[in-house]
């Protein structure tokens, strides 16, 4: 069976070209292709298929060669990379951690990526209507825009705070490099005091001492304990040594954040914040207004810049004295800490979340790439340059953290420090300790900027693109219009997060929005692309994009490998959570359960939306509803007629017969039924067209059925009319002739 595709103006239209039987068991072949071009296709269904060619309407692309790989390497290397990677691996064992590290990229980071850009790029849609794949899971197209939208809204507060110090930094004197500030506290010290091993230990003898004094409080007051003032005195020496306030602590929480006690008391808007927030969702919006026209070229700064900063700090950082030392206590491997499970856990969470699976971003940027674009070339590339990232970010960040152990005489492991803190506070403070302190702090946050803006362009695009796919005729010609609203609709739910309490709710949403959604939407992701859309076919939807077939490692990868793996991240991350904290700030009821909801707005989707896709199916049993939603959609497939074409030549009968039950809104098992029966009271003459125009031979028209019986109507046709017959070269019944 072979088909032949024209595209009108408003349908492309699919032919069966194959040659068909007449009644006599002889072949006839369709002798006119003029003929077929002016056939219009049946409202009843025929095999004349009707697909939507919404799709097919010039949609962007990216306009240069690198785009799309710049493009993805500035979302994958985000803030995770400068201030979480080092951390984890100074703490999980040094350079021991790489080795789970790359374990778990090769079994889940490579092959996810690679499947979520492939089957961007095959149907060239976001991450919605890519759903056609199976539409019964539409819901997890949701939930990843859900969740890029919530990350999106906290996303920007950090470049907020960032703006904020970048200007701080243009000052003579760095605000957070002394003390005598109206924000600090008589406890503001610009040196962290040193305690060493032996005031530890004796500190300690002391606090226990005094402990057990006062549990014994009777006795204690009717001793001749003389020394007690001693005690006394050597505690408050302690308190002074070890109740200080570093100047960079008080500068961010006292002046950049002015945090109130907790998230019961909210306190007032921040207006510098309040500006750099602006400030912030401008930007956003000059470089997304035009989509990935205008993205596409903003990205050759923001994606190269990072890199050229970490190389200019890191040689200024390899010359400090003291760097050497930081460099060791990064990558010295500590092997018997590969026996901790809790090691393994955190670099399968780690891969998980630096790639940037199950947000959505990357198949919307790849969506905009050509058909033939290399996708497993791109697949390859970015997950390894962004890992390499991580390890090369740790070397800037405890090579100057080396320096600073050095300058003030703290052990690394006091300071070292992960999240805001470590960008925020520890690295400012070191960068303080510079000559030229001013230049140094100005390109570090110029680098946060550039990293935080192409992760917020990913997230951003995503829920941009979702929408204008879903809904083109009403959203595709407004796109800057569509993307100023939304920017305004982010920008105004970032508001309480500019309160001096706001802190406290970029805790929650931080803690529960992508903390165990997006392994459930990757696991499911995986599973029905794998197992139910079907992996070989998966497999030859790439081959027709790159021109030959992927090896098998993919294959176990997607089917067995990865998924197991996707749920070993869920569970570990799900045993190891608790109770959103900040600091030794405990929240109360209301406000986790808060974060719990938030957390599951992105998973509830999967299931209503599902529930509600089988309830607007008008026939079929439950299981025949079920059996449809699952099998792809009539319209699904690549963009571009000669892509489709190639397409659907490559199906198995398996697959041809799915994808013609599909344009018969059925279920394959009800289409094989109904065709069975139906195959001896349908007429399978060649096409002919002729020009009716009479109500009455309008009503002929509507009996004849191209050639082939491939589609089926869904009722039994009526028996072809003796018109019909003699038009295809039949006698008619009771012929003399």
Request: hydrophobic content about 45%; proline content about 5%.
């Given at each position: 069976?072979?088909?032949?595709?024209?595209?009108?103006?408003?349908?492309?239209?699919?032919?069966?070209?194959?040659?068909?039987?007449?009644?006599?068991?002889?072949?006839?072949?369709?002798?006119?292709?003029?003929?077929?071009?002016?056939l219009?296709?049946?409202?009843?269904?025929s095999?004349?298929?009707?697909?939507?060619?919404?799709d097919?309407?010039?949609?962007?692309?990216?306009?240069?060669?690198?785009?799309?790989?710049?493009?993805?390497?500035?979302?994958?290397?985000?803030?995770?990379?400068?201030w979480?990677?080092?951390?984890?691996?100074?703490?999980?064992?040094?350079?021991?951690?790489?080795?789970?590290?790359?374990?778990?990229?090769?079994?889940?980071?490579?092959?996810?990526?690679?499947?979520?850009?492939?089957?961007?790029?095959?149907?060239?849609?976001?991450?919605?209507?890519?759903?056609?794949?199976?539409?019964?899971?539409?819901?997890?197209?949701?939930?990843?825009?859900?969740?890029?939208?919530?990350?999106?809204?906290?996303?920007?507060?950090?470049?907020?705070?960032?703006?904020?110090?970048?200007?701080?930094?243009?000052?003579?004197?760095?605000?957070?490099?002394?003390?005598?500030?109206?924000?600090?506290?008589?406890?503001?010290?610009?040196?962290?005091?040193?305690?060493?091993?032996?005031?530890?230990?004796?500190?300690?003898?002391?606090?226990?001492?005094?402990?057990?004094?006062?549990?014994?409080?009777?006795?204690?007051?009717?001793?001749?304990?003389?020394?007690?003032?001693?005690?006394?005195?050597?505690?408050?020496?302690?308190?002074?040594?070890?109740?200080?306030?570093?100047?960079?602590?008080?500068?961010?929480?006292?002046?950049?954040?002015?945090?109130?006690?907790?998230?019961?008391?909210?306190?007032?808007?921040?207006?510098?914040?309040?500006?750099?927030?602006?400030?912030?969702?401008?930007?956003?919006?000059?470089?997304?207004?035009?989509?990935?026209?205008?993205?596409?070229?903003?990205?050759?700064?923001?994606a190269?810049?990072?890199?050229?900063?970490?190389?200019?700090?890191?040689?200024?950082g390899?010359?400090?004295?003291?760097?050497?030392?930081?460099?060791?206590?990064?990558?010295?491997?500590?092997?018997?800490?590969?026996?901790?499970?809790?090691?393994?856990?955190?670099?399968?969470?780690?891969?998980?979340?630096?790639?940037?699976?199950?947000?959505?971003?990357?198949?919307?940027?790849?969506?905009?790439?050509?058909?033939?674009?290399?996708?497993?070339?791109d697949?390859?590339?970015?997950?390894?340059?962004?890992?390499?990232?991580?390890?090369?970010?740790?070397?800037?960040?405890?090579s100057?953290?080396?320096?600073?152990?050095?300058?003030?005489?703290?052990?690394?492991?006091?300071?070292?420090?992960?999240?805001?803190?470590?960008?925020?506070?520890?690295?400012?403070?070191?960068?303080?300790?510079?000559?030229?302190?001013?230049?140094?702090?100005?390109?570090?946050?110029?680098?946060?900027f550039?990293?935080?803006?192409?992760?917020?362009?990913?997230?951003?695009?995503?829920?941009?693109?979702?929408?204008?796919?879903?809904y083109?005729?009403?959203?595709?010609?407004?796109?800057?219009?569509?993307?100023?609203?939304?920017?305004?609709i982010?920008?105004?739910?970032?508001?309480?997060?500019?309160?001096?309490?706001?802190?406290?709710?970029?805790?929650?949403?931080?803690?529960?929005?992508?903390?165990?959604?997006?392994?459930?939407?990757?696991?499911?992701?995986?599973?029905v692309?794998?197992?139910?859309?079907?992996?070989?076919?998966?497999?030859?939807?790439?081959?027709?994009?790159?021109?030959?077939?992927?090896?098998?490692?993919?294959?176990?990868?997607?089917?067995?490998?990865?998924?197991?793996?996707?749920?070993?991240?869920?569970?570990?991350?799900?045993?190891?959570?608790?109770?959103?904290?900040?600091?030794?700030?405990?929240?109360?009821?209301?406000?986790?359960?808060?974060?719990?909801?938030?957390?599951?707005?992105?998973?509830?989707?999967?299931?209503?939306?599902?529930?509600?896709?089988?309830?607007?199916?008008?026939?079929?049993?439950?299981?025949?509803?079920?059996?449809?939603?699952?099998?792809?959609a009539?319209?699904?497939?690549?963009?571009?007629?000669?892509?489709?074409?190639?397409?659907?030549?490559?199906?198995?009968?398996?697959?041809?017969?799915?994808f013609?039950?599909?344009?018969?809104?059925?279920?394959?098992?009800?289409?094989?039924?109904?065709?069975?029966?139906?195959?001896?009271?349908?007429?399978?003459?060649?096409?002919?067209?002729?020009?009716?125009d009479t109500?009455?031979?309008?009503?002929?028209?509507?009996?004849?059925?191209?050639?082939?019986?491939?589609?089926?109507?869904?009722?039994?046709?009526?028996?072809?009319?003796?018109?019909?017959?003699?038009?295809?070269?039949?006698?008619?019944?009771?012929?003399?002739?």
């Open positions: 069976m072979t088909y032949q595709m024209k595209q009108d103006d408003e349908k492309i239209v699919v032919f069966d070209t194959t040659p068909t039987v007449a009644a006599s068991g002889t072949a006839v072949d369709d002798d006119t292709d003029a003929k077929k071009q002016d219009e296709p049946s409202e009843a269904g095999s004349v298929t009707s697909i939507e060619s919404d097919l309407k010039e949609r962007e692309n990216w306009t240069g060669r690198l785009d799309f790989l710049l493009s993805c390497i500035g979302f994958a290397v985000g803030l995770g990379n400068i979480r990677f080092p951390y984890l691996c100074y703490k999980s064992g040094g350079g021991a951690f790489l080795v789970p590290y790359i374990i778990f990229l090769i079994l889940c980071g490579l092959p996810l990526f690679f499947m979520e850009i492939s089957y961007g790029q095959f149907a060239s849609l976001s991450p919605i209507t890519v759903w056609r794949i199976s539409p019964l899971f539409k819901g997890i197209g949701y939930g990843m825009v859900i969740i890029s939208g919530i990350v999106c809204v906290y996303y920007n507060i950090i470049i907020t705070w960032t703006f904020y110090y970048l200007f701080m930094s243009m000052r003579k004197v760095l605000p957070w490099s002394v003390c005598g500030q109206s924000w600090n506290s008589p406890d503001c010290v610009v040196e962290r005091p040193v305690i060493n091993e032996t005031e530890a230990l004796e500190t300690t003898s002391l606090f226990e001492n005094a402990t057990f004094a006062l549990d014994n409080s009777t006795s204690f007051a009717n001793s001749s304990f003389v020394n007690s003032s001693v005690i006394v005195g050597n505690m408050s020496a302690l308190v002074n040594k070890t109740m200080f306030s570093p100047a960079s602590q008080e500068f961010w929480e006292n002046n950049v954040l002015e945090k109130t006690s907790g998230i019961e008391d909210f306190g007032g808007i921040r207006w510098p914040l309040f500006g750099c927030l602006v400030l912030a969702w401008t930007i956003v919006f000059l470089c997304l207004c035009k989509g990935v026209k205008s993205s596409g070229k903003v990205v050759y700064v923001t190269t810049f990072p890199y050229l900063v970490l190389l200019i700090l890191l040689v200024r390899v010359t400090l004295p003291g760097a050497a030392e930081g460099i060791k206590f990064y990558l010295i491997p500590r092997w018997e800490k590969l026996a901790t499970f809790k090691v393994w856990g955190d670099a399968a969470v780690q891969i998980f979340y630096s790639v940037g699976m199950a947000w959505g971003s990357l198949i919307t940027m790849a969506s905009y790439n050509k058909f033939s674009n290399n996708v497993q070339r697949a390859l590339i970015v997950p390894i340059l962004n890992c390499s990232t991580s390890i090369f970010a740790g070397l800037v960040i405890f100057v953290l080396g320096f600073m152990s050095h300058t003030t005489g703290v052990p690394i492991d006091k300071v070292v420090t992960q999240g805001p803190g470590l960008t925020f506070v520890v690295y400012p403070e070191a960068v303080a300790k510079m000559p030229l302190s001013q230049l140094w702090a100005i390109l570090f946050f110029l680098m946060i550039t990293i935080g803006l192409d992760s917020q362009f990913g997230m951003f695009e995503t829920m941009t693109s979702a929408f204008i796919d879903e083109p005729q009403l959203l595709r010609k407004k796109k800057i219009l569509f993307t100023a609203f939304m920017c305004f982010e920008f105004v739910l970032g508001i309480p997060i500019v309160f001096q309490g706001g802190a406290y709710l970029l805790q929650i949403m931080d803690w529960y929005c992508a903390t165990f959604s997006l392994m459930l939407l990757s696991f499911s992701e995986c599973m692309i794998s197992w139910i859309y079907g992996v070989d076919r998966f497999l030859k939807d790439i081959e027709l994009m790159i021109g030959y077939k992927p090896s098998v490692f993919w294959k176990i990868m997607w089917k067995f490998v990865t998924p197991a793996v996707v749920l070993f991240i869920w569970l570990f991350s799900v045993s190891q959570l608790e109770p959103v904290t900040y600091g030794d700030y405990e929240y109360p009821t209301w406000a986790i359960t808060f974060g719990w909801l938030l957390g599951l707005c992105s998973i509830i989707p999967v299931p209503i939306l599902a529930i509600h896709a089988i309830y607007k199916e008008e026939t079929g049993t439950l299981f025949q509803r079920i059996r449809k939603l699952v099998e792809p009539a319209n699904w497939g690549p963009s571009q007629m000669e892509d489709k074409m190639r397409y659907i030549e490559s199906m198995t009968s398996f697959e041809r017969e799915r013609e039950a599909a344009q018969q809104n059925v279920d394959r098992q009800r289409y094989l039924v109904m065709r069975n029966m139906n195959s001896s009271a349908i007429y399978k003459g060649p096409v002919t067209t002729i020009n009716l109500a009455e031979e309008s009503a002929v028209r509507e009996q004849m059925l191209p050639a082939g019986a491939a589609n089926y109507p869904f009722s039994a046709p009526t028996e072809p009319s003796h018109l019909t017959n003699l038009l295809n070269g039949e006698k008619p019944p009771n012929s003399i002739c």
